[in-house]
């Protein structure tokens, strides 16, 4: 409980988003307003759970590599937006200096947008339809898997690194998909 978390010093409210630390000694550094605190630290596993190093290894390894794909998606749906907004400020710039402008130039413009709009929906979910009327995009499932796997103590399980093998599949070829279009 927070309260009680706060009492000892230590301790979150809401469960912290990423991969873990591995446990050790570490240094912190804070930096605000031009002053810097710097701290040691030491990260310890619970003591009444039971969990062996490479396990947390294996554990965190896997987490890495969830995360980098995650940002991956993330900077080519930034692509995307950019080169939508290209697209459009070209098409804009053309009616507007030839209002009779060839469909077939028009139409290659549209073409292009649909492009960028289905890889876009293969990535992730519009903003403006919720997640239950349609099934979780590539991001949204590596960021369940990351959590599910993140969410114990323990190694992967077999079931996992087989779903994180499925996944970065389709990782593969979106993002080769979005980089060749690009």
Same mark, same amino acid.
């Given at each position: 409980r927070a309260a009680d978390?706060?009492?000892d010093g230590g301790g979150f409210r809401?469960? &912290?988003i990423g991969p873990q630390v591995l446990p050790g000694k570490y240094t912190v550094r804070l930096t605000a307003g031009g002053k810097t605190l710097t701290r040691e630290l030491e990260v310890r596993?619970? &003591?009444t759970i039971e969990v062996k190093e490479p396990e947390l290894r294996t554990q965190l390894d896997l987490n890495l590599k969830l995360r980098d794909m995650q940002s991956s998606v993330n900077d080519a749906l930034r692509s995307i937006d950019t080169f939508k907004a290209e697209l459009e400020q070209a098409e804009a710039?053309?009616?507007s200096l030839d209002p009779q402008a060839p469909k077939v130039l028009t139409g290659l413009i549209s073409e292009r947008k649909q492009q960028l709009s289905s890889m876009e +929906?293969? +990535?992730a979910r519009p903003n403006d339809i919720p997640g239950y009327s349609m099934a979780p995009r590539l991001v949204d499932r590596l960021g369940q898997l990351l959590g599910s796997i993140d969410r114990v103590l323990a190694a992967p399980t077999p079931y996992q690194v087989e779903h994180y093998g499925e996944l970065k599949a389709e990782f593969l070829k979106d993002i080769g998909e979005v980089n060749s279009f690009i």
């Open positions: 978390a706060e009492g809401f469960r &912290p596993v619970d &003591p710039n053309i009616k +929906l293969r +990535l």
